[in-house]
T-cell receptor
Framework: DAGVTQSPTHLIKTRGQQVTLRCSPK?????VSWYQQALGQGPQFIFQ???????QRGNFPDRFSGHQFPNYSSELNVNALLLGDSALYLC????????????FGPGTRLLVL | QKEVEQNSGPLSVPEGAIASLNCTYS??????FFWYRQYSGKSPELIMS????GDKEDGRFTAQLNKASQYVSLLIRDSQPSDSATYLC??????????FGAGTRLTVKP
């Protein structure tokens, strides 16, 4: 049973550039959530996708956008990168329902220079 | 006040001891609570979930929930050096989004 997968594992960008991160959920899961984790901090909720729509959104600017495809995979796009966007980006998948336990992928480490 | 608060630690216990990790949350209507373990450089992995007041045991791990006090804890019995990691408390809020604490770093000394 394949778990949550993410690509790429590492990425280096410069300020002002744009980046796209990808996530495939665990088999049987229909919901994808994205988190940003800065060093020494807990994950911060960016947004959640369900049925190809953004269902919930955290306190992140519009530079952060996403998409969910019919096969439940998802992308996170960040425009106009800032140095402060350097972090570990985590994707978590779950099955909609009571509890909605989330399982994390390995993450994408983004460095903005 | 932060939505989910944990003691940042570090918490150090000897091998074989009980490690106690604590978490408080601010949203009174929260219904789902989770503990994740995160090794350095890795992503969080789920240890336990708890939804009802009281204790829930899974092997060496026991989660405790007290909704009246807005408090959730994790006990690790017979701690092993392999338990050394950062432990994240997560709460599903009334808005149905997940909020994480900053984590407590645990070191188990042989």
């Amino acid at each position: 049973d394949a778990g949550v997968t993410q690509s790429p594992t590492h990425l280096i960008k410069t300020r002002g550039q744009q980046v796209t991160l990808r996530c495939s959920p665990k088999s049987g899961h229909d919901t994808v959530s994205w988190y940003q984790q800065a060093l020494g901090q807990g994950p911060q909720f960016i947004f959640q996708y369900y049925e190809e729509e953004e269902r919930q959104r955290g306190n992140f600017p519009d530079r952060f956008s996403g998409h969910q495809f019919p096969n439940y995979s998802s992308e996170l796009n960040v425009n106009a990168l800032l140095l402060g966007d350097s972090a570990l980006y985590l994707c978590a998948s779950s099955f909609t329902g009571f509890g909605e336990t989330q399982y994390f992928g390995p993450g994408t480490r983004l460095l903005v220079l | 006040q932060k939505e989910v608060e944990q003691n940042s630690g570090p918490l150090s216990v000897p091998e074989g001891a009980i490690a106690s990790l604590n978490c408080t949350y601010s949203d009174r209507v929260s219904q789902s609570f989770f503990w994740y373990r995160q090794y350095s450089g890795k992503s969080p992995e789920l240890i336990m979930s708890i939804y009802s007041n009281g204790d829930k045991e899974d092997g060496r791990f026991t989660a405790q929930l007290n909704k009246a006090s807005q408090y959730v804890s994790l006990l690790i019995r017979d701690s092993q050096p392999s338990d050394s990691a950062t432990y994240l408390c997560a709460v599903r809020t009334g808005n149905n989004d997940m909020r994480f604490g900053a984590g407590t770093r645990l070191t188990v000394k042989p």
